[in-house]
């Protein structure tokens, strides 16, 4: 069973355990492993010591686990995000918080000269029409308007016979 953290601790406890296993692995280093013992015989004595591998003081002749790690940490602030100040946060806040309401009507989008619908004016005029100043559409339906010659039998419809109104059916308007 996996079970999930929102603990930023646990989670850099994580990551920190993946690097270690990472850099132990690209490093080509392993824990010494010793023959597994021969089964109803046990070894008297003493654990075999292994000698202890010498640190250097400036770490930079030894490109160990240590100095992999030095590395990695040397590189994280090139690639995180950079940390706003608190009134920098605040102001985000301030522009996210701004009072809204949201509006339901009808207001024809007007068509723009590449041929797709507009709905920001009518998104401000449904606004206006609610006394607000100015408004986004958040819903919008589409109709196709057919003159009544396309209900001829018999004729062949033309390109310039139907055409498709859009409106915005609610918007979300502030002061």
């Known amino acids: 069973m996996m079970v999930?953290?929102?603990?930023?601790?646990?989670r850099f406890g994580t990551l920190t355990s993946a690097v270690l296993l990472l850099l132990l692995g690209a490093a080509g280093a392993g824990w010494p492993q010793s023959a597994p013992p021969a089964l109803g015989i046990r070894e008297?004595?003493?654990?075999?010591?292994?000698p202890a591998p010498s640190a250097s003081p400036s770490g930079e002749d030894n490109p160990g686990l240590i100095h992999g790690l030095r590395n990695l940490f040397d590189k994280v602030p090139s690639f995180l995000p950079p940390i706003k100040s608190p009134s920098e946060t605040m102001n985000d806040l301030s522009r996210l918080a701004k009072p809204s309401t949201m509006v339901s009507g009808r207001?024809?989008?007007?068509?723009?000269?590449?041929?797709a619908p507009d709905c920001k004016p009518a998104a401000d005029q449904l606004c206006q029409s609610k006394g607000y100043k100015?408004?986004?559409?958040?819903n919008t339906d589409s109709a196709e308007k057919c003159s009544a010659k396309v209900l001829i039998p018999g004729r062949q419809?033309?390109?310039?016979?139907?055409?498709t109104?859009?409106?915005?059916?609610?918007a979300l308007c502030q002061n």
């Open 165 to 170: 109104d859009t409106v915005v059916t609610s």
């Open 157 to 163: 419809r033309k390109p310039d016979d139907c055409r």
């Open 4 to 10: 999930r953290s929102g603990n930023p601790a646990v």
């Open 44 to 50: 008297q004595g003493p654990p075999p010591s292994t």
């Open 134 to 138: 100015e408004g986004k559409s958040l």
């Open 107 to 115: 207001a024809a989008c007007p068509v723009s000269s590449n041929g």
